[in-house]
Structures are given as C-alpha cells and as structure tokens.
C-alpha cells in the first residue's frame, strides 16, 4: 500500500519538447514583437524633426521687371525708372528662438525614446509572469496526474475490499467523485496552459500554434536591496521617470520660447537692379545698375495670442510636474506592496516545505498504516491524500507567485535586481 505515498513516475515522452530558457525568449520577444517596433519607429520619428526644427527657412529668391510701360513690358531704354531686379531675402527667427524650437524637438524624442525604453521593460515583466505561470500551470499538471493514479488504484480498492465485506459502498462513491473532481480540474489546467502558450506566443510574435516546452524548476532569489535602495534605484534608472523629466523639461523650453514670441522675427533682403541707358530730347541717363539693401519685422501686436502661448506652457509644465510627482508616489507604493508581498510568499515557501508537507506526508504515511489494519477509515486517507495534494498545489502556486510579482518589481525599478534564477534538477515537492 505503500504505492499510494510513492507513485511511479511517469515515463518521459520521446517526442518532449525542448525546456524553455527565459532569457531567449526575452530576447525574442524584444526582437519580434510588433508594439515594440513601432514603439522605435515613433522615436525615431521624432529623433528626425530636431534637426527640422531649429533650421532656419529656405531664402526667397526674387526676379522681377520694374517700371516698364504697360503696353511695352519688356522695353527698358524709354524710362529711366524701368528696371530688371534680382532680389534674396533670408527670415531670421530672433534670438535664441531657434536654440529652444530645437531644445523643444529635442526633449519631446527624448520622451518616445524612454517611452520606448519603458515598453521593452512591460514587454519582459509580461513574458515573465507567463513563463512562471506555465511552470506553475506544469506542475499543477504533474500532481493532478500523480492524483489521478492514485485515486484510480483508490477506486479499486475500495470496490475489492466492498466485495469481501471490509469496506461500505460509500467509500467508492466518495473515491469516484474525488476522482471526477480531479478530471475536471485536469481539464481546466490543460485549458489554462493552451491560453498561456497562446499570450507568450502572441508576445513573441510568432505561430499561436507554436509549441511551448517545459520550464525548468529554479530556486527563489533573494532582493539584497533596501527599500530605500530601490527607490533610488527606480528614481534614477526607471525609463518612465526619464521620459516624463524629459516632458517637463519640453514644457520648460516652450514656456522660454512662448515668451520669445513677445519679440519680433526679421527679414533681411538684397535687391540688384539692372537698368538701360536711356536717351530724350531733356537729358540722357547713362542706366547705371543699382543695389537695394533692406531689413523688414513682424510687429507683435497680438498680445492675447503670445499670452495664451504662455499659459499654455505654464499648464504643460505644472501636468509634467504633477504626472512626475504621481509616478513616483506610484512606484514608492509598488516597492512597498511588492517587497511585502514577496516576503510573504517567501515565507509561505519555507513553511510549505519545511513544515506543512513534511507533516502531511507524515500524516498520508499514518493515515494509509491504519487504513490497512483498519483503524482508519477510507474517508480519513481520502482526506489525508487530497491535503497533501492542495497543500504542494498551493507550494508552486507561491513560488510562481513570488517570480512574478519579483518581474513586476523589476519593471518598477527598471532594472534587473537579482541574477536570471538558478534552475535546478530536482525540486522538492
């Protein structure tokens, strides 16, 4: 009977599907995945217009004929005003108005790059918690498998210690539905898993239909920073934070540059005219050329508009500051519940295998000795088996738990805290 505490292991398929390192398809997944190409392509996008911005505009070239009689336009020796002219004129910006359109452009593609940043973190905490609920999906597999024989060889016996009289034709009514409960709960874990292959293939971009092999077991790390730690950390490494500073900073260059608007733009010109010589009775005009230099301003009279330019940028600033200030208050409470919640876990770990497993197993071991001298009824083992069950069921619920809230930690701070998890050969159940 000892066979009900220590089931055969299953045989290994031949055609098994190689295990899954996290570390490649987290490198796939910031390779491949789509919302993250555009992500660059917008960046990029913006990174093109800094140049734009601060260049000035294209001279404006100027070819005319000045002063010709209407009915003759192209005749210039009967009128000493009649002219060809070359013009070039150039519009400067006042000062300093381009240096902050280029600041403006600047700091605005320096937001879509940590913006960029920051989804490549979002992208790998996803992968992540999908890794780790495979495993954990796995092992629920595993146990329930293992649950599965063993209430099979249940049902058996209670049907031929019923034939003999020894036993009462509830014990396998009760070991029959235990056993459905158990099928159904399979159903449901294999369901679960076809779900999670199908988001981390969709995260990956490739094939729904793609195959995902195992994950290997692994050992729980451990977070050597403080709190405070981590919140420095997060301040001065977090994209986000960098991405809204860069906002704020934006917002900081358009209010300068909304207030150089008070001042006016200038136009600077050149002008060459080419005369004819022109002879009448009165006098004769020997035509010389003549050169024409002159500069030309905006006058800024619409107040109202440079006003509201200024306002504008005054509230753009305050909703960067303010969306700064949120961010961090955000993350300083992710910290908090993040490193509570992996210290919970962590000790829920240690008291699963140290202490509550141990004892069930112990408890199976009693329970099945009585069984079989009959001083413990079958509802009694039944019990005892399907503890242990829920209890190991409950252990790797916490240790998948404890990777990801660990992964959306990581995306937190922006940075990895620990090493990639040691994976291992064996894992205690």
């Known amino acids: 009977m000892l066979f009900f505490l220590f089931p055969a292991p299953a045989k290994a398929d031949a055609a098994k599907v190689p295990t899954e390192n ?29 140049r734009q911005a601060g260049a000035l505009d294209d001279p404006m070239v100027m070819l005319k004929v000045q002063n010709t009689p209407a009915r ?122 076809k779900s999670l292959e199908a988001t981390l293939n969709y995260l990956l971009c490739r094939p729904g239909n793609t195959p995902v092999g195992p994950v290997a077991d692994f050992t729980l790390p451990f977070i050597t920073l403080s709190r405070e730690q981590l919140n ?72 109202g508009k440079r006003q509201a330019m200024v306002a504008e940028s005054t509230f753009e600033r305050a909703m960067a500051t303010e969306e700064l200030n949120a961010l961090k208050n955000s993350i300083s409470y992710t910290v908090n519940e993040s490193l509570v919640q992996l210290e919970r876990r962590r000790k829920l770990v240690e008291l699963y295998k140290g202490g509550l497993i141990p004892q069930a197993k112990q408890s199976l071991e009693s329970a099945l000795i009585g069984y079989r001298v009959s001083k413990v009824d ?20 916490s240790q998948a738990e404890y990777m990801m809230k660990l992964a959306q930690l990581e995306a937190a701070i922006g940075t990895d805290l620990t090493a990639a998890p040691e994976s291992s050969q064996h894992h205690d159940n």
């Open 22 to 50: 996290l570390t490649a398809l987290v490198a796939a997944g910031l390779a491949n995945n789509p919302e993250l190409k555009a992500s660059a392509a917008r960046w990029q996008m913006f990174a093109s217009k800094v």
């Open 72 to 193: 003759e336009p192209f005749v210039f020796n009967k009128d000493t005003q009649s002219a060809k002219v070359i013009g070039l004129s150039q519009q400067l910006p006042f000062w300093g108005k381009r240096g902050l359109r280029r600041d403006v452009a600047r700091y605005e593609a320096d937001s879509y790059h940590w913006a960029f940043e920051e989804r490549k973190l979002e992208l790998t905490r996803m992968i992540k918690e999908s890794y780790y609920q495979i495993w954990a999906v796995d092992k629920g597999l595993e146990i329930v498998s293992k649950n599965l024989r063993i209430l099979t060889d249940f049902v058996t016996l209670t049907e031929l210690k019923y034939t003999v009289g020894q036993g009462v034709q509830q014990d396998i009514f009760k070991a029959g539905l235990e056993k459905s409960k158990m099928l159904d709960m399979q159903i449901t874990l294999q369901q679960q898993r």
């Open 232 to 303: 420095a950390a997060a301040i001065d490494q977090r994209p986000q934070i960098k991405s809204l500073s860069s906002l704020e900073n934006k917002a900081e260059a358009s209010h300068r540059l909304a207030r150089k608007e008070r001042y006016p733009d200038f136009s600077l010109s050149a002008e060459y005219m080419i005369r004819d010589a022109v002879s009448t009775e009165m006098a004769t005009d020997p035509g010389d050329n003549m050169v024409s230099i002159g500069v030309t301003f905006n006058l800024p009279l619409q107040q």
């Open 378 to 397: 079958f509802l009694m083992l039944l019990d005892s088996r399907m503890n242990l069950f829920n209890l190991e069921r409950e252990l790797y619920e």
